[in-house]
């Protein structure tokens, strides 16, 4: 599976929009994006997938360039309960593997 | 639904103890795993399982560590003897086979004095 970068650390003011960078560069074909988060003392917690084409749910939208090399997570109202360590991770499709890395520590403040 | 359960949530053993963890997957959930999270990373696999079947094991130190999931539902992973190292937070998660999401549990809290 093809490695991520992300950010270490981000800060959003609360009720505004998070923007969370992540590259994957050497992305392959048949790899998706997913994006998990983990609060505090929590397991991670699945958020949103995509492919190539921009994705939103109830949590959040996400956004891949059209090369595919790169891609954002919006979380469009950030709350103080979106404080969290946001994990970018790509993989085959049904492939069942995740390689997490480090992720990105957001910082919601009011 | 009841989520993936874990128990204990804490446990504080001294090195060179034997320590077990047990995880029950979400109801129909045929793909059980075992990650290992070291403070400040990200889960990293150990084990993998298909229904029964361990199908990816090649993270897991096999010297001391050791796994089952012998009816295909509920899991243990075990430690022994446990060291200083191993103090980390074990999570397991769940999914359907194939299935986009995994689904994870709290996690239990390892300290090794």
């Known amino acids: 599976d093809a490695k991520t970068t992300q950010p270490p650390s981000m800060d959003c003011a609360e009720g505004r929009a998070a923007n969370l960078p992540c590259n994957h560069s050497?992305?392959?074909?048949?790899?998706?994006v997913y994006w998990y988060r983990q609060i505090h003392s929590q397991g991670p917690q699945y958020i949103i997938h995509g492919l190539k084409n921009n994705e939103t749910n109830e949590m959040a939208s996400l956004i891949i360039t059209e090369d595919r090399k790169s891609s954002t997570l919006i979380l469009p109202h950030a709350t103080l309960r979106d404080t969290a360590v946001y994990y970018c991770i790509v993989r085959i499709y049904n492939f069942n593997k995740f390689y997490f890395g480090s992720g990105t520590k957001l910082n919601v403040k009011p | 639904e009841a989520g993936v359960v874990q128990s204990p949530r804490y446990k504080i053993i001294e090195k060179k103890q034997p320590v077990a963890f047990w995880c029950n997957p979400i109801?129909?959930?045929?793909?059980l795993y075992w990650y290992l999270q070291n403070l400040g990373q990200g889960p990293e696999l150990l084990i993998r399982y298909e229904n029964e079947e361990a199908v990816d094991d090649s993270q897991l130190p096999k010297d001391r560590f050791s796994a089952e999931r012998l009816k295909g539902v509920d899991s243990t992973l075990k430690i022994q003897p446990a060291e200083l190292g191993d103090s980390a937070v074990y999570l397991c998660?769940?999914?359907?086979?194939?299935?986009?999401?995994?689904?994870f549990g709290p996690g239990t809290r390892l300290t090794v004095l």
């Open positions: 050497t992305i392959s074909g048949n790899e998706y």
């Open positions: 109801s129909g959930h045929n793909t």
């Open positions: 998660a769940s999914s359907f086979r194939g299935h986009n999401e995994q689904f």
